[in-house]
């Protein structure tokens, strides 16, 4: 079988006698010809048939090949078809096609069968592989649009970056997470993301940067409001400007959960003080930087009086609600920086960072005391509840945290013995 049998249809733009000719030396069981005579015959036909070659005979009046290829063209046929002109020998020169239909070729009126059998297989096979080309291109586009179909989809942010760490592909969830057009990003250098005013930062300024290995760090949105976010690097292999990929997504509800986490395993629940386990991390800390500053540090232990008999006979909902209220009044008596934290029933302790000696301590403790002596409301009804306060300072009375804590509980339950013989 040869290649003549393998494409179909032939369609022949001439005149009937003509046509009949060429339509019988062309045939084969397989093939499929279509015979017109005119312009909008052949035009219909196409439209209908998608033929893979026009053979047109342009020594017949009206059968004008270049009004034929711009028609086509007008048309919107989706694989235009390979055309063979049939020629006087004179005209072959100044036969003009539309450059964007298929393959083209001419022959002299009257050559011998078999050059025009050659002729007309050689273009087929031409428009064959323009045919398998085009198939390809639009297989590579759907992969394409697959592709991108792909990466848009995923909620995760994708940067392409170059060997300089500049931005070549962001998808579409990376605009969404920085909360601007994904365009935006092409041309930012990656490190301009770790920093507000990225948006207006000059390309001078930017310098190149790629990330190593898996990391939580933070990504400035477009309008500087900074987000956790977890970036995934990796290589990219092969001949593209893109070198290196980055995934990232945003962490901020694993970060709130963490967070969540941390304040329960270090938060007292009840009152929401500091609780005994984060106290003795903060005294730790405190205890490293008057060292290395040379400076003092305080620490106050306290015990409520008289908190058990309120307990026992108001019941431990009042109990629970004076131990709250107590916590508050003793956040507000010190500094921010100090710590407040609860490491028993009725029993708290403060970490005074950087204070004047004993001296200030006891100005701390006087403070405390008189808040503590005004009256609770609870229920409508007043409730008093004094306090007990034991003094220990660094380096004065101890250098370490158990030192300095058996110092301070020592103080208190003397402070408290004294108070207990003076009202006896």
């Known amino acids: 079988m040869d290649s003549l049998s393998k494409t179909s249809p032939v369609m022949i733009l001439a005149e009937a006698s003509v046509g009949e000719q060429w ?188 990330p190593k290995q898996n990391e939580d760090t933070e990504f400035y949105r477009i309008d500087g409001r900074p987000f956790p976010v977890a970036c995934r690097p990796g290589a990219v292999s092969g001949d593209s400007e893109v070198t290196s990929v980055v995934l990232f997504e945003d962490i901020s509800a694993r970060k709130q959960v963490e967070a969540a986490l941390r304040r329960r395993a270090e938060q007292d629940p009840l009152t929401g003080l500091a609780n005994r386990a984060a106290f003795q991390d903060f005294l730790s800390g405190a205890l490293a930087r008057a060292r290395r500053s040379n400076k003092q540090l305080g620490l106050l232990y306290l015990d409520l009086d008289g908190f058990k008999k309120i307990n026992d006979e108001l019941g431990h909902q009042v109990g629970d609600q004076l131990l709250s209220g107590i916590a508050k009044r003793l956040v507000s008596a010190v500094r921010s920086g100090d710590l407040v934290a609860r490491v028993g029933g009725d029993e708290f302790v403060i970490v005074l960072d950087d204070v004047a000696g004993k001296p200030g301590c006891q100005i701390v403790a006087q403070t405390i005391t008189s808040v503590l002596n005004a009256p609770h409301h609870i229920n409508d009804k007043p409730i008093h509840c004094g306090s007990s306060i034991g003094i220990a300072t660094f380096p004065q009375d101890g250098l370490d945290e158990t030192t300095l804590l058996a110092t301070s509980d020592r103080a208190m339950y003397q402070e408290k013995l004294v108070r207990d013989q003076h009202v006896a």
């Open 23 to 210: 339509r019988d030396l062309l045939a084969t069981p397989n093939r499929t010809i279509i015979l017109v005579t005119n312009h909008s015959d052949l035009l219909y036909q196409l439209t209908n048939t998608e033929p893979a070659l026009v053979i047109v005979d342009d020594t017949s009046a009206g059968c004008s090949p270049e009004l034929l290829s711009a028609r086509i063209g007008q048309a919107g046929v989706s694989m235009p078809p390979a055309m063979l002109v049939v020629v006087d020998g004179g005209r072959a020169a100044a036969v003009q096609v539309d450059p964007a239909m298929g393959p083209f070729d001419y022959l002299s009126a009257g050559c011998e069968p078999s050059m025009f059998r050659a002729k007309v297989a050689f273009l087929l096979r031409m428009q064959r592989q323009q045919q398998m080309f085009y198939s390809s291109l639009r297989e590579l586009d759907r992969l394409n649009q697959q592709h991108q179909h792909l990466l848009n989809a995923t909620a995760d942010g994708i940067l392409g970056l170059d060997q300089q760490g500049v931005i070549r592909f962001a998808n579409a969830a990376a605009g969404d997470l920085l909360r601007c057009d994904s365009e935006l990003l092409l041309g930012k250098s990656y490190r301009a993301l770790l920093q507000p005013g990225w948006r207006d930062l000059a390309p001078q300024e930017e310098k190149a940067f790629h």
